[in-house]
């Protein structure tokens, strides 16, 4: 076993609300938060966010809250919700922030488990599910909303107001007024403070408890990581169940003390984003994706001499853009450093800009693999794109890229005060200052998962490269071999075809079998746009799923992987045989993907067996039906007539050079 | 009413009232001899085959055609003859069949056009955004955020909207009405060429409307599931005649009603 050691760090035993008050009073008149309500950014300062923390504080303790008890939140990234957090963890409770899509059954799970008895959600949408489980779940006491809408004639013994618990609130705090500070000083570092349940890729999900040290110490370890500051500015769109905003939007920004922006709906964060300029962005590979892609679609309507110029300068940055950001400018020729500097103006610039991108320092991706191009494109551009690893599990406190030293096929090295061994099996495994305390009422999953020197086992294949760099192959269990021995990998295959801006999802199958083969889902909007300028009609996305067109442009894009496949001495033997394009989305709602959007393989080859069994059958078609959920929870069936096509392959080089 | 969403609604006297009302373009009698009334907070629909004259009526409501005979009665008030200015200014406020708005302006400027009726300062002030009209149109720009905000229409707000989808465009339109503050909301076909999820969120809307504002409406309508869903009470029209007036459930169960729509052997 191999054992890799970052620099050793240490903390003092902190809790966020006594961060929260401290920063209300060192520098209470700097803005805090910020939310864009009715077409207007309005801003909180940190002395009025601890005002409105006390007040909801004391509003649950006047409905009875106590110490250790849970509290679910539930809803987009909005500042009520933020500070209720604080006001719970200010109780010394435990806040359970869920997936705000989740349907009402898969909330009844983790209430039941985490014996939540007060809700604190967004809006109608998720008072109605809460309702919904109400008759299967009366422990539920108090649904607490923040938007009224639409709630006018709802039934209003378990509903409250947000504002009515505020008001509340300060009734309470008036007849008890040491409460509050009382219940603050009473926390301790190694209380849980959250409770983020885990995606679930098995079996059901399990609340992963993180302790006010553990996340303060692992936000210190970042901020110090990359020299964030009170200066720094974010924007806050993720899920609030998702640890990555956790840590992001609510433990480093409490710890650092930067400001929060929250963004007006889903729907409005690119417009939000270009008006706000975050310094400081995370986002998992397929947002950035999303913005490369609609990019790359509105580059193919402009006018010919625009999309000339983008092409051009789009080449001088893959050239150069990436060295002159890492500061490796000696190597760039003058020429090239000209036209990088025209391209800026010119193109990288206004890009940046459109983008939201112009005031960025560092930006993170992790969660998943990125795709070459992706990143590079991102990088060329100016913007300091770097990856990291870590889980839920370990408060994504692991590895990080450090600025000059990016790698596109790593995810940097251990973080200050983290250790990592890679086990015989190829299992990366570590010991972190964010390592979770437990998983709640599951000793068992906690055993199998920290091993009893302390370590935590990750589940991810992995190795250090020369450079001291962790590189991620896949999933341990995931790494299968095909029967002739060859490695398989399928995330790593799947990566590859979803780089492409046509292919949206992909599932390899190949472990234990003769050959590789795919499962494609295609991009609705970008094959869409294709299909619009070739003149060809469609009625949704099963009919254009299966037209012979886009099985041909499916075709290029597998073939290409193919021939980069079979460069690589390892892989070059699992190239994909025969592909098939899904007649419908893969969706969460299916339980086909995690709420992460990770596609669950087994499910799918269990759901699918029929085409799974008619692509190595040798079919040239198969009719499948499939049960879909709709958003509202009632379900329907798609039938449809699938086409499975060949795919060329190319002589692979690990057989030649083995022979030589 | 034995609809759910009328529990916390109560709905008033009669609000407004069309008695006798004749209307005919030469020759061609497009209305004869309508009665019919809407109380306060209703839901009130038209509905009637090609032709029968459910539009007409509504232009006769808010004074674009002038019905020959026949009075109407708004709000205490009676006309023999309603003019679009007044009525406006008395609080009718009505969407089109077709949609009518300025495509090339934004989604925020088409609204803020709901508002003119409501600037008080003079066209020297509003070109100058001096003053009082500043004041001013920040007020009214309050007043159409929060419509956006209840469309759920944020995400375009400065978008043109020729740009939008035909479902966001009439949804745009309700806004513009909304705009106006209205009492009385003639809706014409609000739902026509729309898929299933665009009509369900337009019944959604038009509810939370009445709901909410207690905004009383009068909407024509094809679809008899939309129909029967959201409406307090339906007169049916046919060839310019009333054949039906009372709850969908009375209406569903007269055989006029029926003839109408599938027809007869004659």
Known sequence: MSTQTGPAVAGPEETFPRLLLAHAQSRGDRTAIREKDLGIWLSWTWKQVADEVRAIACGLSALGFRRGQTVAIIGDNRPRLYWTMMAVQALGGIAVPLYQDAIASEMLFVLENAEIEIAVVEDQEQVDKMLEILPKYPRLRHIIYDDPRGMRNYPDQVLLAFEALQTSGREYDKSHPTHFQTEVDKGRGDDIAVMLYTSGTTGNPKGVCQTHSALIAVSRGDIAFDGFSADDEILSYLPMAWVGDHLFSYAQALVAGFCVNCPESSETVMTDLREIGPTYYFAPPRVFENLLTQVMIRMEDAAPFKRRLFHHFMGVARRCGAALLDGRGASVSAGDRFNYWLGNLLVYGPLRNVLGMSRIRVAYTGGAAIGPDLFDFYRSIGINLKQLYGQTETAVYVCKQPSGEVKLDTVGKPLPGVQIRIADNGEVQVRTPGMLKEYYKRPDATAESISPDGWFLTGDAGYFDEDGHLKIIDRAKDVGRLDSGTLFAPQYIENKLKFFPHIKEAVAFGHGRDRCCVFINIDLGSVGNWAERRGIAYSGYTDLAQKDEVYALVKECVESVNADLAKDPQLGGSQIHRFLVLHKELDADDGELTRTRKVRRGFIAERYQQLVDALYGGATHCEIEAQVKFEDGRTGMIRADVKIREARTFPAETAQRKAA | ?266
């Open chain 2, 1 to 266: 009413m034995e609809h759910e969403h009328n529990t916390g609604r109560r709905i008033g006297g009669t609000f407004l009232s069309v008695e006798n009302i004749s209307l005919a373009f030469g020759g061609v009698k497009a209305l004869t001899d309508i009665s019919f009334d809407v109380r306060e907070h209703e839901i009130r629909a038209i509905i009637g085959p090609n032709g029968a004259g459910k539009s007409s009526m509504l232009n006769c409501i808010n004074g674009v055609y002038r019905p020959q005979q026949g009075t109407i009665r708004f709000d205490g008030q009676a006309f023999q003859q309603m003019d679009p200015h007044k009525a406006a200014s008395m609080g009718i406020a009505r969407t089109f069949q077709n949609i009518a708005l300025f495509k090339g302006m934004s989604v925020l400027d088409n609204m803020m056009t709901g508002r003119s009726l409501k600037m008080h300062t003079n066209l020297f002030l509003q070109a100058l955004y001096v003053g009082p009209n500043r004041r001013e149109e920040l007020e009214h720009r309050q007043k159409v955020e929060h419509i956006i905000d209840f469309l759920q229409i944020e995400s375009v707000r400065k978008t043109p909207v020729g740009r939008l989808p035909y479902g966001v465009q009439k949804r745009v339109e309700l806004g513009r009405a909304l705009a106006a503050e209205p009492r009385l909301l003639l809706l014409d076909e609000p739902m026509a060429g729309m898929n299933i999820e665009e009509k369900q969120d337009m019944c959604r809307f038009i509810l939370d409307v009445n709901d909410e504002f207690g905004t009383t409406i009068v909407l024509i309508e094809h679809d008899m599931g939309v129909v029967m869903d959201v409406s307090d009470r339906v007169v049916v029209l046919d060839y310019g005649k009333k054949i039906g007036d009372g709850t969908p459930a009375e209406v569903r169960a007269n055989q006029a009603v029926i003839d109408a729509y599938l027809g007869v052997a004659h």
